[in-house]
C-alpha cells in the first residue's frame, strides 16, 4: 500500500515536471496554455457566482483572454491563482479509475497543477487582477491558499 501511495506521488510529481518539457511543444504547449486560461477566466466566473453574480461575457483566446462579470472585488480577482481547478477535477476523476488510466489520470493532474504553478509564476507581476488588488496582501493570500491547497493534493494522492 505504501509503495502505491509513493508511486501515485512520483506519477503526479513527474506530470507537473512534464508540463516544463511539453509547454515548449508547439500544438501541446499551444493546447496547455488555452486550457490554463479557460481554467483561469472559469474560475474568475465561478467566484463571481459564489458571490452572487453572473457571468457577463467570456472570451478565451490562444494568447489571452478575459470574463465580464456582475460581481467583481478581490476574491473574484485573486480566485484563480489560489484553484487549481483543473488538476483537482483531474484527480477527483482518477479516483473512479483503475490502473493504468489512473496512472494516466493522476500524471494529467500533474501536468495541469505543473501549468497552473508555472503559468501564474510567469504572468502575475503583469496580470492586471494583482495589480488592481493590494499586492502584498493578495501575494500572501494567494501563497497561503496554495499551500492548503497542496495539504489537500498530498491527502488526495495518499489514498
Not at 489560489?82 to 490502473?99: D, E, K, M, N, Q
Request: glycine share 10%; proline share 4%.
Amino acid at each position: 500500500m505504501e509503495a502505491a501511495i509513493q508511486s501515485t506521488k512520483l506519477v503526479f510529481m513527474c506530470g507537473a515536471l512534464s508540463f516544463l518539457v511539453l509547454r515548449r511543444l508547439p500544438v501541446i504547449g499551444g493546447l496547455l496554455r488555452f486550457f490554463w486560461i479557460l481554467e483561469h477566466e472559469l474560475l474568475h466566473g465561478l467566484a463571481a457566482i459564489l458571490r452572487g453574480g453572473q457571468i457577463v461575457k467570456m472570451e478565451i483566446g490562444l494568447r489571452d483572454g478575459s470574463a465580464s462579470t456582475t460581481k467583481g472585488g478581490f476574491i473574484v480577482r485573486v480566485f484563480p491563482y489560489c484553484v487549481p481547478l483543473f488538476c483537482l477535477i483531474t484527480v477527483g476523476i482518477s479516483y473512479a479509475l483503475r490502473v493504468p488510466f489512473k496512472n494516466i489520470s493522476i500524471g494529467l493532474a500533474g501536468v495541469f497543477y505543473g501549468s497552473f504553478v508555472i503559468q501564474h509564476l510567469r504572468s502575475m507581476h503583469v496580470q492586471p487582477d494583482i495589480r488592481r488588488s493590494c499586492r502584498p496582501i493578495a501575494y500572501l493570500i494567494i501563497v497561503t491558499v496554495n499551500g492548503a491547497v497542496l495539504m489537500i493534493l498530498h491527502i488526495l494522492l495518499s489514498h
